[in-house]
């Protein structure tokens, strides 16, 4: 028998609401766990009694009428416009590895495109022996690979780069989602198009109105770059691409160009516009750092975080999310005193490539204020930096690729609260 107790449920939808309008009042309740009261004969509930709603009752399912604080949010403030603008995704509510694709974080520059799939091509061209074009049913017709990888924008964590901004995890985290992509490995259509002699570097390009265009090296296309079409077992979102998008796991989320329409083939990198104005990371010398596709390994506690306070003192579990665009999560540290001792949390589920991998330890809060941390190591032994480690390589001009160590300080009264420290 389950020994929560629907009475605090009310109590933390309301905290998350309080937080959202900004107020920050103390509003935890304490749990009705931490009573040890027998347990009452298990009375029979009016939904027992009853016959419940029919099958295709919703021909297309949605999550729990009770689940409807899990949703994607936005702040309005920080973009100019909805079509170019991003949504994050509920990290806090989120389970497994395997983002709900009604829950997948967006970022579109010139909105959502309306693409009808039948009109829809791909082209590839240029350094190529002979010039191909593919429908999403020519795609579907060549030997499919399925892989689960994650997706996160190198602006992940921007506002945080100079001090702690927004105090809830959905927001300085929550550009970052994961699926299971079902596509074309891309080299199979390169090698159908016969890549000349001296190519070195391809173009990608979308076909919504913002037509974004990225630049990427021919090593990664050959490597596990893929064409996909199907996300989590239905055919892509149009947040996401549809009907077909490149994926090149484990590199910065613009470069995954949705709604895909062209590639060619060439020599050099194209300098587009979100590759040189945009997306680049400007170093303490005045020199901007360019093409630096490569999430680096990242981690952060998502139980507790500022959404869901800590309800009780004594045994807890300390979760979260680790992940690295370079390879496998190897093992993650947890810190409960700011990083001065460690302790090595366990790797619950599966450990993919370029994927999110998830970790959780045991620990006995004695109700003190605590500086909650976790920090990755990833296969290849990169090790996630403080935000002080990150600042010494970057300074603090540099806005992309945040991958820095996240801090929560847990109050006496069960509240996180996002800082930085050191
Ligand atoms: N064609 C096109 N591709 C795009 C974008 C876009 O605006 N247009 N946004 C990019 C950015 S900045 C990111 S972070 C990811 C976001 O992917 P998602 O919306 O599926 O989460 O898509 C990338 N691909
Ligand atoms: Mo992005």
Redesign the pocket.
Known sequence: MSRHNKKNEPSRRGFIRNSLIGGFAALVGRSASAKTDAIAPLSVPSWSKELGSGTVNEPYGKPSVFEKHVVRRFLPWMFPTRQ?A??F?PLQDFHGIITPNGL???????GVPKIDPAEHKLVIHGMVDKPLMFTVDDLKRFPCVNRVHF??????GVLEQRSAQLNLLQFTHG?I?SAEWTGVPLKLLLNEAGVRKGAKWLLA????A?????SFPLDKALDDALVVYAQNGEML?A???YPM??LLPGW?????????RRIEVGERPWEMR?ETAT?TDLLPSGKARQYTFIQEAKSVITTPCPEYPVLNKGQQVIRGLAWSGEGKVKRVDVSFDGGRNWQQARLTGPQLDKSLTRFEIDWFWNGQEALLQSRVVDETGYVQPSLKELRALRGVNSMYHNNSIQTWLLHPSGEVENVQIG
């Open positions: 170019a991003a949504s995704t997948f974080f967006e970022r579109h520059h010139a997706i996160e924008c190198a602006g992940n550009l989602s390009e979308g076909a919504d913002a037509g974004l265009a990225r979102r947040e996401q691409g998008r490149l910065e989320g613009i470069a995954n160009v949705k709604w895909l979100e997306y």
